[in-house]
């Protein structure tokens, strides 16, 4: 990882937020009850049959250097199963200068591979979710997206929410998620269509094949060279 590389210099929201809203934008699963924010068992808090072997903080010890960057408090172990951590800070409005503060981040050069039979049809009949990355090891822009595609049940292979095509990484330009296999493609794609049926405005997420996998894309380039659903 390059220390001086970020996401963006430029504004990113123009309008607040409330806290609870952005952590989740920004790919922390966590739930609201009464004014109180709790990280969620369904975030990556610790090595399991259905995590990776990152060398990076799980999610409760990034989002314990979040809030501490933030200025935010801290996080207080609360016992529970479901939601084992609380902020120590209720429910809040951000400012636009802490919402960017958020969501510019070190961009994340790796290209971490999926463990060998994640794109296995038996494994993905047995398995309750994919592979619970830690936030750490995403974008900014595309964790949330990497975490319900989880979520689901759809093991990913790589991804990146984009950088100038002439800095120091090259393409791709804009927000991309790779699949793992075509039994994640196929459930990928199902359900984004439920979506779009259900009512859901999806104008710039597709599922493209590509010669050693599928993936969602969303440059303009891509779009126009390929017939898309």
């Not at 990882?1 to 409330?18: A, I």
């Not at 920004?26 to 610790?46: H, K, P, Q, W």
């Not at 903080?57 to 989002?63: A, I, K, R, V």
């Not at 002439?166 to 791709?172: A, E, I, K, L, R």
Request: charged share 20%; net charge negative.
């Amino acid at each position: 990882m390059n220390p001086n590389v970020t996401e963006t210099d430029e504004p990113l929201f123009n309008r607040p937020m409330k806290l609870s809203t952005a952590l989740l934008a920004r790919g922390f699963l966590v739930d609201l009850v009464d004014e109180e924010i709790y990280l969620t068992d369904n975030a990556c808090l610790s090595q399991s049959k259905y995590s990776y072997n990152w060398r990076c903080h799980d999610d409760w010890g990034f989002l314990t250097a979040t809030l501490r960057r933030l200025r935010l408090g801290t996080l207080i172990r609360t016992g529970e199963s479901a939601r084992p951590f609380r902020l120590s800070q209720p429910e809040q409005v951000l400012n636009e200068q802490k919402l960017s503060s958020l969501f510019t981040y070190q961009h994340v050069p790796s290209r971490p591979l999926y463990p060998d039979g994640a794109d296995d049809p038996d494994v993905f009949r047995e398995r309750p979710y994919g592979l619970k990355i830690p936030i750490a090891g995403l974008d900014s822009h595309v964790a949330l997206l990497v975490k319900a595609l989880s979520a689901v049940g759809c093991f990913t292979h790589s991804s990146c929410d984009g950088y100038q095509l002439d800095g120091p990484y090259g393409s791709p330009a804009s927000l991309y998620v790779s699949l793992a296999g075509e039994i994640s493609t196929e459930w990928a794609r199902y359900l984004i269509n439920q979506a779009i049926s259900a009512g859901a405005n999806l104008p710039d997420l597709f599922i493209a094949e590509h010669e050693d996998y599928s993936g969602t894309i969303t440059t303009e380039e891509d779009v126009a060279a390929t017939r898309l659903a």
